[in-house]
């Protein structure tokens, strides 16, 4: 985890397995956003929102039992703070009902969602934590040395393996290690955590 103040909470509900599984994945790129649960109709979302009262809803409007709305004016009640974001297949034609307006931060077309909603949250988490940088902006910064290195951490090698690998001195490696947890902003088990789940989500870093 980098410089995030604080993680956005988020329930997501979709009624549809495979495009919810899409939408998890994409939501786990996003640094500074935790999905703490995933619901599939409406009584699903309300249980979720309870449960959790998270600071994003992310929802379809067609569920089986309801209108996702249903959802929003759950949480609202519970949390009023929090913000939504609206998924709909006639994106252009929805209208807001007023009572929610203050809490729908966008609504998105399912058909652009992949992209579209990850722009949208990436925005979303840096408004909410003015001090955030995005992880990938970090990791951008890394020189081409400590790429690889940081690459190899996410392989799970130890510093005398990079050392071998790069024929280099572990203790250049150290030093590396060092710069890399400094511009990361984490260090021990936790950068071990960030180069791992990078190098699984995206590969390894073009150089």
Not at 166 to 174: D, N, P, W
């Given at each position: 985890m980098t410089n995030t103040e604080h993680e956005l909470t988020?329930?997501?509900?979709?009624?549809?397995?495979?495009?919810?599984?899409?939408?998890?994945?994409?939501?786990?790129?996003?640094?500074?956003?935790?999905?703490?649960?995933?619901?599939f109709n409406v009584e699903q979302g309300v249980e979720a929102c309870q449960k959790h009262a998270p600071d994003l809803l992310i929802l379809d409007l067609a569920l089986p039992d309801g209108n996702g709305i249903d959802v929003l004016k759950a949480l609202k009640k519970i949390r009023p703070e929090a913000l939504a974001v609206v998924l709909s297949a006639h994106a252009d034609d929805f209208v807001t009902p007023p009572e929610v307006e203050s809490q729908v931060s966008a609504v998105i077309s399912k058909g652009d969602a992949h992209e579209s909603l990850s722009m949208h949250l990436r925005d979303l988490v840096q408004k909410q934590n003015p001090g955030f940088e995005d992880e990938q902006v970090l990791i951008d910064r890394l020189t081409p040395r400590e790429q690889d290195i940081f690459d190899l951490l996410g392989a799970g090698l130890t510093n005398?393996?990079?050392?071998?690998?790069?024929?280099?001195?572990?203790?250049?490696?150290?030093?590396?290690?060092?710069?890399?947890?400094?511009?990361?902003?984490?260090?021990?088990?936790?950068?071990?955590?960030?180069a791992a789940r990078y190098r699984t989500q995206h590969g390894k870093i073009p150089s």
């Open positions: 988020t329930v997501l509900v979709e009624d549809e397995r495979m495009f919810s599984e899409m939408l998890a994945r994409s939501l786990t790129s996003v640094s500074g956003l935790s999905l703490v649960a995933r619901a005398r393996e990079i050392a071998k690998r790069l024929s280099r001195s572990a203790a250049t490696v150290a030093t590396h290690r060092k710069m890399i947890a400094v511009k990361l902003r984490c260090s021990g088990a936790a950068l071990m955590s960030v």
